[in-house]
């Protein structure tokens, strides 16, 4: 029998409909990314704004002003992009946009549920945190590609200051590696069945708090935006649509670390109940984490810069090799002195 | 060569490293030659060895590709200045290029190297760190004093005289 | 997976692209990105050779791991000659750095 061409019709409708298109486009693909990172941005709005005693977005619907980022997401969209004449237009445009897809290249790796895992790589953890170096060098080429003094100050404050807390953010991952005996992340949940990572890790998951809102740029870190000084720091020729991916980058970045953290540090999606609640567990303990970081915001002032540099040099990364002898003896038991 | 993986990734590399050498702005030629380490980090997955690409990536784009973008900036000509020239050794250099393509390239379709196998247990991650760590662990050492000496190094070399 | 040979294909045509940089360019930087790729260009082929051997072996990934680590602060300490050299004489056309003095 001669085998007839396949129907290409019938061959995009198969693959429309599989399994893993399904999970790349919808969830926790492209659109649930882009969904949820414009109601971080209202939502960091709003916890900011209750923080410091304001009201925050409110007019844009009914319930607390939900759809103003939505509202900012139409305005930016069809402004006008105003790119200055001397800089550099190839890094300008495509800096902040390979800032999204690194964004969204992190949050396939994050095991939400057993369903719904996009990638299971063996090396999970290890691709993630090599991802998350990238962005140093995406931030210094945008800042030196807007060919202005305040922006390229930005970038090299951000590069200093990412590339430094680089190090503590993988030494703290590495006790929970030794705890649960691999890389992939969906045996480091699995490894949780018998207790959560954060309390042997105590030490391990405060530092990878500190240093993943450092990776972040948000406040106390937020020493390459600093607004009173250089005006939004790399960020600050950025018009229209390119602001919105930058923002956008932030968010999504934040979205993943603090799913990170939620998937090694709080057992993932483990909880109590039915086996199909494990998507809604990871989402919430998610989210618990997000808000965390989002009050920070309120709380704390900014770092100096050479208070930056030192305690991410010093204090973290000898904490951090503390924290690693610490969970060798938990692991083998004081006798192995 | 019936990879279409293979193909993509190894043509990235190819070109991101052809790039590299000869763009005209050094900014351009140093993201180029990031892509093309993004390219050797693809073809390490390809063969198996997924934790040294998280390496490649993490240690030449993350570290070394900043490095030398910083120094670019720092010191590499002006934004529109005039490239430099080509030095006189072009022809040699273009005779001894021509050479490598055609090795390679006649190696390509050859079938010089027979006989490949699934990985199995021999490309495991467990193996590959009881391997360092048993039988490369005084290495490992010697490596920390080399990162200490080079570190002594850049900061004897980047310390300004005291005027 | 794709026969030994292409991949020796693809070390072999970027240590030929690195040796042309490194031999026909004037900027240090640029040699500097040529000495960077057949660094990697012999790390592809460690890597290929270990694990397409019959049978596969690690210590490819064992040794392209210390050359990775050993490439990373050659090109550190290499970048903070160039801007010194870059100091002292404003410029880093290889062809002009003649003097040891210095």
């Known amino acids: 029998m001669v085998d007839l061409p396949?129907?290409?019709?019938?061959?995009?409708?198969?693959?429309?409909?599989?399994?893993?298109?399904?999970?790349?486009?919808?969830?926790?693909?492209?659109?649930?990314?882009?969904?949820?990172?414009?109601?971080?941005?209202?939502?960091?709005?709003?916890?900011?704004?209750?923080?410091?005693?304001?009201?925050g977005p409110q007019y844009v619907s009914p319930f607390g002003g939900i759809l103003q980022s939505f509202a900012d997401l139409i305005k930016l969209a069809f402004k006008e992009l105003i790119i200055p004449e001397k800089a550099d237009r190839f890094f300008f445009i495509l800096a902040p946009v390979f800032g999204l897809v690194l964004g969204a290249g992190l949050i396939a790796l994050i095991p939400f549920s057993p369903e719904t895992l996009i990638s299971n790589v063996e090396v999970g953890l290890p691709v993630f945190l090599a991802f998350v170096t990238l962005s140093p060098t995406l931030v210094l080429l945008a800042g030196w590609s807007a060919n202005s003094k305040y922006p390229f100050i930005g970038g090299l404050r951000s590069l200093f200051q990412q590339t430094g807390y680089e190090i503590p953010l993988w030494l703290s991952s590495i006790g929970v590696v030794m705890l649960a005996g691999s890389f992939n992340l969906t045996k480091i949940v699995q490894a949780q069945s018998t207790g959560w990572f954060i309390l042997p890790q105590l030490l391990g998951a405060i530092i990878f708090l500190v240093t993943s809102v450092a990776e972040q740029e948000r406040i106390p870190f937020d020493l390459p935006e600093a607004e009173p000084e250089i005006i939004m720091g790399w960020q600050a020729e950025y018009p229209g649509f390119l602001f919105l991916a930058a923002q956008g980058a932030g968010f999504v970045k934040l979205y993943a670390f603090s799913a990170l953290f939620a998937t090694i540090y709080l057992g993932g999606y483990l909880g109590p109940g039915p086996q199909f609640l494990g998507l809604f567990w990871s989402l919430f303990k998610t989210t618990i984490m997000i808000v965390l970081v989002i009050l920070l915001r309120g709380a704390f002032g900014r770092v100096r810069l050479d208070q930056l540099l030192k305690y991410g040099w010093t204090l973290l990364l000898g904490l951090a090799i503390i924290n690693i002898a610490i969970t060798y003896f938990l692991i083998e038991g004081f006798p192995a002195i | 060569m019936t990879d279409p993986a293979f193909l993509v990734v190894a043509a990235v590399t190819i070109i991101g490293a052809i790039m590299a050498i000869e763009a005209r702005d050094l900014v351009y030629g140093a993201a180029a030659l990031g892509i093309s380490f993004l390219g050797i980090a693809g073809l390490f997955i390809l063969l198996d060895a997924t934790y040294v690409a998280a390496f490649q990536i993490s240690v030449y784009i993350g570290a070394v590709v900043v490095l030398i973008l910083f120094t670019v900036m720092l010191v590499g000509p002006a934004k529109g200045e005039a490239p430099m020239e080509h030095k006189r050794a072009s022809l040699f250099a273009a005779v001894l290029v021509s050479m490598f393509l055609g090795i390679g390239g006649?190696?390509?379709?050859?079938?010089?190297?027979?006989?490949?196998?699934?990985?199995?247990?021999?490309?495991?991650?467990?193996?590959?760190?009881?391997?360092?760590?048993?039988?490369?662990?005084?290495?490992?050492?010697?490596?920390?004093?080399?990162?200490?000496?080079?570190?002594?190094?850049?900061?004897?070399?980047?310390?300004?005289?005291?005027? | 997976m794709e026969p030994l040979s292409s991949f020796f294909a693809v070390s072999i045509i970027l240590l030929g692209i690195g040796i042309y940089g490194m031999t026909t360019k004037r900027s240090a930087i640029r040699i500097l990105f040529s000495v960077e790729l057949v660094y990697n260009a012999a790390n592809l082929n460690i890597i290929a050779f270990s694990r397409l051997r019959n049978p596969p072996i690690i210590t490819g990934q064992v040794i392209v791991l210390f050359s990775i680590s050993l490439a990373a602060m050659e090109a550190a300490v290499g970048l903070a000659i160039i801007i010194l050299a870059f100091r002292i004489n404003a410029d880093i056309d290889l062809r002009k750095l003649t003097k040891l003095k210095g």
């Open chain 1, 6 to 55: 396949p129907d290409p019709i019938q061959m995009t409708i198969a693959m429309i409909t599989s399994p893993l298109f399904l999970k790349v486009a919808i969830f926790p693909g492209l659109t649930s990314i882009g969904i949820i990172a414009a109601i971080l941005t209202w939502l960091d709005r709003k916890i900011t704004a209750r923080v410091q005693l304001r009201i």
């Open chain 2, 106 to 163: 006649s190696l390509a379709s050859a079938n010089a190297f027979p006989g490949v196998e699934v990985c199995g247990s021999g490309c495991d991650l467990q193996i590959l760190s009881q391997t360092l760590l048993n039988n490369y662990g005084t290495q490992l050492e010697l490596l920390s004093f080399v990162l200490v000496a080079a570190v002594i190094g850049a900061l004897t070399l980047a310390k300004t005289e005291k005027a």
